[in-house]
T-cell receptor, first 113, second 113 residues
């Protein structure tokens, strides 16, 4: 099974450019998440979704947008990239409600110059 | 909102010795608690979780964790460390009726031969 798949794995952006990080899962999970990981800061929740058509903000949503048109896909869009968005981004999914553990993708390393 | 603290950035142990990675949490009501491990350039992998019941939880690779409600702690333990246990460990918490999962800053475990 593929699990959670993220693309691209690496990307360099110039300040002000926009891009979309793709995330898809094949486990039929309702819950999906986007986190960013910065050194020494752990993971910060950007956005999450509890099902198709439903999204909500996490701790650090500014500068990002998401959509959830299908159960499988949860893309993260960066508008007007800034150096502060240089990070490693992880997509994750979970089954059911509050007790389910997260399944993570391999990450997308983004550098904004 | 719920939060997690991992007071140690780094833990060093000798192979064969017991290891402990500390975690304390703050949440309204009863918590759901999780431990994840991250190897270099990989996504996080689930180790174990506490939902309810027995305070001692056993998980993957011989790890276990003890839930202590009075101390609001969920320390990760292993009786005999292996060099291959060297990795970054994250504690996470989700409150009941909360859809998002919050992570600590991570603890880097180094097991020396």
């Amino acid at each position: 099974n593929a699990g959670v798949t993220q693309t691209p794995k690496f990307r360099i952006l110039k300040i002000g450019q926009s891009m979309t990080l793709q995330c898809t899962q094949d486990m039929n999970h309702n819950y999906m998440y986007w986190y960013r990981q910065d050194p020494g800061m752990g993971l910060k929740l950007i956005y999450y979704s509890v099902g198709a058509g439903i999204t909500d903000k996490g701790e650090v949503p500014n500068g990002y947008n998401v959509s959830r048109s299908t159960t499988e896909d949860f893309p993260l869009r960066l508008e007007l990239a800034a150096p502060s968005q240089t990070s490693v981004y992880f997509c994750a999914s979970s089954q059911g409600s509050y007790t389910g553990e997260l399944f993570f993708g391999e990450g997308s390393r983004l550098t904004v110059l | 909102a719920q939060s997690v603290a991992q007071p140690e950035d780094q833990v060093n142990v000798a192979e064969g010795n017991p290891l402990t990675v500390k975690c304390t949490y703050s949440v309204s009501g009863n918590p759901y608690l999780f431990w994840y491990v991250q190897y270099p350039n990989r996504g996080l992998q689930f180790l174990l979780k506490y939902i309810t019941g027995d305070n001692l939880v056993k998980g993957s690779y011989g790890f276990e964790a003890e839930f202590n409600k009075s101390q609001t702690s969920f320390h990760l333990k292993k009786p005999s460390a292996l060099v291959s246990d060297s990795a970054l460990y994250f504690c996470a918490v989700r409150g009941r009726n909360n859809n998002d999962m919050r992570f600590g800053a991570g603890t880097r475990l180094t097991v020396k031969p």
